[in-house]
């Protein structure tokens, strides 16, 4: 069986997409079964290692995305690859070459719903923008012989908007690499902090959805028994005196070290459909401390941390408070073992080979499904 993935959400320093697309074609690999090849955006045509790619123009303050604009090099690139089965990553060009591919060639599609189009889009243009882009993202998704949500209320809104063939797929966490030996006794010292100082830590992109204001504001109700680490590219430099800042992009290694150096991490975004950063903080053995909204409300469960409101600085500082009123070490020992229950990626893939498999053969498909 081929298998073929079609996104544009692929660059260098892109997130979770990148992360799970990696993981997938690495345990893949090892099926003898099984091929797999991965086709993006580039700067020119080329094919290297099982990575196809076609050129696109680069999206303008984009980190490195680029942005397909003709749909038919997709389309035909796709149908001169001969996969027997193509899942698109994201809902835009790709998305509907994929289909076209998959009926030109008799093949199932799947579609990866991996992030809240009309409630992104929505919160800076508008209900009226996010009320058409849930039009077109139900009649998009609609055509796919399966469409995958990374958490139970995507899946739900999804459902809402008409669309029936869908499978709750949680992402999954490497937990080698995010794993508490990777902790560094010296990041303290070199962060100026004393031992009576609580170290807190984000990392992600610096974008609307994220509320990094509200992070930079309750860390100014908390004071200086308390110090938050900021990791990503475009945080901000003007930050209160018990924040510091890394503005940049940060492999996963660096990523992995800070968290398994911290005691806790502050998550205040309101529009995730995973939380992979969160998982990967958890598999650290670090409690979480995040808004009550999107997926993190039911990945991070109850004894791995707190929820507070979202959008509520001094809410969340409460919430940062009161988990060190408990036993964050025993916290975080919990939520390590729930990430190896539920989110190592080798059960998550497996399970996911297994959906493929079963679209091949043609078997019924039950709507929101849960997977594990």
């Not at 869908?166 to 010292?189: A, I, K, M, S, Y």
């Not at 969340?316 to 729930?338: K, S």
């Amino acid at each position: 069986m081929h298998l073929v993935d079609v996104t544009m959400f692929h660059a260098p320093a892109s997130g979770g997409v990148r992360t799970y697309l990696q993981a997938k074609h690495r345990l893949l690999a090892r099926h003898s079964d099984l091929r797999t090849s991965l086709l993006v955006p580039g700067a020119e045509r080329g094919s290297l290692g099982g990575v196809h790619t076609l050129p696109a123009p680069r999206i303008p303050l984009g980190q490195g995305y680029r942005f397909p604009l003709r749909r038919a090099p997709w389309r035909e690139t796709l149908i001169g690859m001969a996969p027997d089965l193509i899942e698109a990553g994201d809902p835009y060009v790709t998305a509907w070459a994929a289909l076209e591919a998959g009926q030109a060639l008799g093949v199932p599609t799947v579609g990866f719903f991996h992030s809240d189009l009309p409630r992104l889009m929505g919160d800076r243009l508008g209900r009226g923008v996010r009320l058409r882009l849930q039009r077109y993202v139900g009649r998009l998704y609609g055509q796919f012989d399966s469409v995958l949500a990374p958490c139970t209320a995507m899946a739900e809104r999804l459902a809402d908007w008409g669309v029936s063939k869908l499978r709750v797929q949680p992402l999954g966490v490497d937990l080698e690499t995010f794993h508490p030996r990777h902790r560094d006794h010296e990041l303290r010292r070199r962060l100026g902090l004393g031992d009576h100082q609580r170290l807190l830590v984000f990392a992600g992109r610096h974008s609307p959805e994220k509320h990094v204001d509200v992070l930079l504001a309750a860390m100014g109700r908390l004071g200086a028994d308390y110090h938050l680490l900021l990791m990503g590219p475009g945080m901000p430099d003007r930050v209160p005196a018990n924040v510091s800042v890394v503005p940049r992009y940060c492999p996963p290694g660096e990523v992995a070290t800070a968290l398994a150096s911290a005691d806790a991490m502050l998550h205040a975004g309101t529009r995730e459909t995973f939380g992979l950063v969160a998982q990967e903080a958890m598999a650290s053995e670090l409690p979480v401390v995040a808004a009550r909204a999107g997926a993190l409300k039911e990945y991070v469960p109850l004894g791995a941390g707190i929820l507070c409101r979202p959008r509520d600085p001094d809410d969340m500082a409460r919430a940062t408070r009161e988990l060190f009123l408990n036993d964050p070490q025993a916290m975080g020992r919990h939520a390590r073992r729930h990430v190896e229950r539920h989110f190592d990626w080798e059960r998550v893939i497996d399970d996911l080979l297994g959906h493929y498999r079963q679209l091949r053969h043609g078997n019924p498909h039950q709507a929101i499904s849960r997977n594990g």
